[in-house]
């Protein structure tokens, strides 16, 4: 059975910094592409980055420059470095791997930014 675990959100001031892990279980990580994305209240659940099996990353406009995403396919694990956070990047993050037709998702981590 496929299970994704996501942490490391929680409430940081605006100006602070999270990092968020994903670590999966049931799968061999490296052949698969790994994303987040986050869904604020009352809003459709968007991209905001993702890394290749070879390690090329892309990233959500919003986002670049503040943000980085990494694997350990070691660990079969993704992370998503945050800094420089905003209010407006509040939501709940959610890790996504993908190979093929094969798509899994972690139950989500709240992130919250405010003063």
């Known amino acids: 059975q496929v299970q994704l675990v996501e942490s490391g959100g929680g409430l940081v001031q605006p100006g602070g910094s999270l990092r968020l892990s994903c670590t999966a279980s049931g799968i061999i990580s490296s052949i698969y592409q790994m994303f987040w994305y986050r869904q604020a209240p009352g809003k459709q659940r968007d991209l905001v980055a993702g890394?290749?099996?070879?390690?090329?990353?892309n990233y959500a406009d919003s986002v670049k420059g503040r943000f980085t995403i990494s694997r350990d396919d070691a660990k079969n694990a993704v992370y998503l470095q945050m800094n420089s956070l905003k209010p407006e990047d509040t939501a709940v993050y959610y890790c996504n791997f993908k190979y093929i037709i094969r798509s899994y998702w972690g139950q989500g981590t709240q992130v919250t930014v405010s003063s």
């Open positions: 890394i290749t099996s070879a390690g090329s990353t």
